[in-house]
Each structure stands twice: as C-alpha cells, then as structure tokens.
C-alpha cells in the first residue's frame, strides 16, 4: 500500500525556518519524481518545489525561489524541504507527491503556519 506521511510541520515565526519531510512506503522510491505542493486557507493548491528521481534536477515555484530547497535520501525514501526566511503568506497545508508516469499519489499534508 502506496503511503507518503509527511511530518515537520508547526508554528513559526516571520523570518524562520523549517524542514517538512516526506516518508514514502509502498513503492520504489528512487524511481519518482517527488514533489512539494501547499494549499492556503481558501485557495487551490500550488506547485512548490519538485525533484527529479536522482535529484540531480530540481524547479521551484518563482514565489519560494532562493528561500526553499527541496532534497532527497533514496536510501532512506524521503523527501525534504527545507524553509527558510519564512512569510505569513507561506502559511499553507503544505503536501508531498510523487509521480510517474500516470502514477500520482499524495500525502494528507502537514500545516505550517507563519505567524508572529
């Protein structure tokens, strides 16, 4: 049974920094590509960051560029991001994917707010 559990998440200061991360079970890992997606109270979700299968190659949402990194440890089937510099309007459920091919599966998200 595919499953990605993410976990990281909380309150955080204007200007701070947290690492999600993203356990997969279920599945070769190392042969997706895994992505980061967040979902503001009344807003769609929105692409942030992905990672191809080796992360060797990664792209980022213009919004998050230079503030997030997204890595992986195929070893350990997990994905990360790491948050810095943080704003109130990063505050958002924050979801890992993976994909491949026609294969798309989501976690249930982890909430991250931003707040003084």
């Known amino acids: 049974q595919v499953q990605l559990v993410e976990s990281g998440g909380g309150l955080v200061q204007p200007g701070g920094s947290l690492r999600l991360s993203c356990a997969a079970s279920?599945?070769?890992?190392?042969?997706?590509?895994m992505s980061w997606y967040r979902q503001a109270p009344g807003k769609e979700r929105r692409f942030v960051a992905d990672?191809?299968?080796?992360?060797?190659?990664?792209n980022y949402a213009d919004s998050v560029k230079g503030r997030f990194t997204i890595s992986r440890d195929n070893a350990k089937n997990t994905v990360y991001l790491q948050m810095n510099s943080l704003k109130p309007e990063d505050t958002a459920v924050y979801y890992c994917?993976?994909?491949?091919?026609?294969?798309?599966?989501w976690g249930k998200g982890t909430l991250v707010t931003v707040s003084s």
């Open positions: 994917n993976a994909k491949r091919f026609v294969e798309n599966y």
């Open positions: 279920g599945f070769t890992f190392s042969n997706y590509a």
């Open positions: 990672s191809s299968s080796t992360g060797r190659s990664t």
